[in-house]
């Protein structure tokens, strides 16, 4: 596609229960990026995908939160058994990924998830 | 620990005035710094970039001036415009593909 796409764009679960993530990536950049934003605060990395390399997943906050990202494009973010704490916005972005100049990141609107 | 810090999370600047952005960090091993513009319900988007090896680099409206010394970069616009009102963050990396961005600085330009 055109640009990154993210869906839901808003999500109000319950605590406790389970919410996917999704973002479709531009077509052809081989890294994405998850970032998490709460409200006043910047962006909070969360997990990277390079090609076929194992991703960095050192800054997902628990082991309630899991990524996958499929065939090398689509890529869903899980939260099990959500928490109020949680409620943010989810932020996808892709890269051509890291070459010899600035790594610019192609972000898509977000999901925001508000847990109740 | 906060290696990239936008301290002030707002400004206020009248229309056709100069807008000028702060963002300080800690770790001199950054090689390349970006600016991001962000309005409500949209994602960041890319704005300008600037590389260690250089003070100063010019688009249009926008200059991104860097200071190793004082490990300070600054974005100017000029002149505002309203269509600027929209949060920017400053980001840094290292080499690498981790970005490490500052809060935000929430800009409003008045008419």
Same mark, same amino acid.
């Given at each position: 596609g055109a640009g990154v796409s993210q869906s839901p764009s808003n999500k109000v679960t319950e605590k406790g229960k389970d919410v996917e993530l999704r973002c479709d990536p531009i077509s052809g950049h081989t890294a994405l990026y998850w970032y998490r934003q709460s409200l006043g605060q910047g962006l909070e990395f969360l997990i990277y995908f390079q090609g076929n390399s194992a991703p960095d997943?050192?800054?997902?906050?628990? =082991?309630?939160f899991s990524a996958e990202r499929t065939g090398g494009s689509v890529s869903t973010l899980t939260i099990q058994?959500? &928490? &109020?704490? =949680? @409620?943010a916005v989810y932020l996808c972005a892709s890269s051509l990924?890291? @070459? @010899?100049?600035a790594n610019v990141l192609t972000f898509g609107a977000g999901s925001r998830l508000t847990v109740l | 620990d906060q290696q990239v810090k936008q301290n002030s999370p707002s400004l206020s600047v009248q229309e056709g005035r100069i807008s000028i952005l702060n963002c300080d960090y800690?770790? @001199?091993?950054?090689d390349y710094f970006l600016w991001y513009k962000k309005y409500p319900a949209e994602g960041p988007t890319f704005l300008i970039s600037i590389s260690s090896i250089k003070d100063k680099n010019e688009d249009g409206r926008f200059t991104v001036f860097l200071n190793k010394s004082a490990k300070h970069l600054s974005l100017h616009i000029?002149?505002? &415009?309203?269509? =600027?009102s929209a949060v920017y963050f400053c980001a840094a990396s290292r080499g690498g593909y981790q970005l490490i961005w500052g809060a935000g600085t929430k800009l409003i330009i008045k008419p």
């Open positions: 997943k050192s800054g997902l906050p628990s =082991d309630r058994r959500t &928490q &109020q704490e =949680d @409620s990924g890291v @070459s @010899s100049g | 800690t770790n @001199s091993m950054f000029v002149p505002s &415009q309203p269509g =600027d």
